[in-house]
């Protein structure tokens, strides 16, 4: 029904005159919309893994161009007859601009913390928050969306400790200030999430590279430029957890300000657009 509503409001507005392109990222969405145009081309743009979505295949078929954000997408779309093209995650202009003022007060209010910026779901190891916990001050900026109960007691028990600090959903322009008030930035899957064959945008990890803040992750963060400079893999609990104890007592995190100056400047999303405009250019 909203599909029949949305074709005939976009038909109204498209010419068949002018050259059209629908940039679809939703796979619930704009399904049954096609031939809105004659001179129409579609992206599907792909920021998660839909592969198993319900309508993922057939927004496939019909796109013009596939366009992947992680390299582990690429696998599933490559049996197609388009080949996938990867253009990773960009870094807003906004997330470089922080408020001192904001700043100054979150780090007053929370002294030296760890962060985790994402929502709560199954995939979170609640074991390794709570050892995080029981050495460092913790914010938590999310929701809880897992359907577990085993993961709803340990979470339970873990919002309630003085040094943690649950915060729920925070507006996405302020995730900045948070971020650089921080001193060790984290995501906290489980250590076998990929090898299980899940996987987890590393978006939030830009975010964090934006303010230049060390990253603890237990997965691959898919910025292999940064590996061992600014992002640290850590393979199990203990190395996590000592790596977090170590640039958390590092007074001034030595960094390659050069090479982290280049990769944001890469990540921009006018480039990002314009090699997906070229790649649909070629066809």
């Known amino acids: 029904m909203n599909d029949a509503i949305n074709r005939r409001k976009l038909k109204r507005a498209l010419s068949n005159e002018k050259k059209t392109i629908i940039w679809q990222f939703d796979h619930n969405r704009f399904v049954n919309t096609l031939g809105l145009s004659k001179k129409e081309r579609r992206v599907y743009h792909i920021a998660d893994p839909y592969m198993n979505a319900v309508n993922n295949k057939k927004i496939s078929a019909l796109a013009d161009l596939l366009v992947c954000t992680s390299t582990k997408y690429l696998p599933f779309y490559q049996n197609g007859k388009k080949e996938p093209l990867y253009i990773p995650h960009a870094i807003s202009e906004e997330e470089f601009h922080i408020s001192p003022q904001k700043v100054k007060a979150l780090e007053k209010h929370f002294g030296g913390y760890v962060l985790m910026v994402g929502g709560l779901n199954h995939d979170v190891d609640f074991d390794l928050l709570e050892q995080i916990s029981n050495q460092f001050s913790l914010v938590i900026l999310g929701k809880l969306q897992t359907k577990e109960s085993e993961d709803w007691e340990k979470w339970g028990l873990l919002k309630e400790k003085d040094n943690v600090h649950a915060l729920g959903v925070v507006h996405a322009k302020e995730l900045k200030n948070y971020i650089a008030a921080s001193k060790v930035c984290i995501t906290a899957y489980q250590f076998d999430l990929q090898e299980k064959g899940g996987n987890r945008s590393p978006l939030k990890i830009l975010n964090y590279i934006a303010q230049k803040k060390p990253v603890v992750t237990s997965i691959d963060s898919e910025v292999n430029e940064l590996d061992g400079e600014l992002i ?52």
């Open 232 to 283: 640290f893999c850590e393979k199990d609990k203990k190395s996590y957890l000592d790596r977090i104890a170590q640039l958390m007592q590092t007074e001034k995190f030595d960094m390659n300000e050069e090479l982290i100056i280049q990769f944001l400047g890469e990540r921009t999303y006018p480039k990002m657009i314009e090699k997906i405009f070229e790649k649909l250019n070629e066809d």
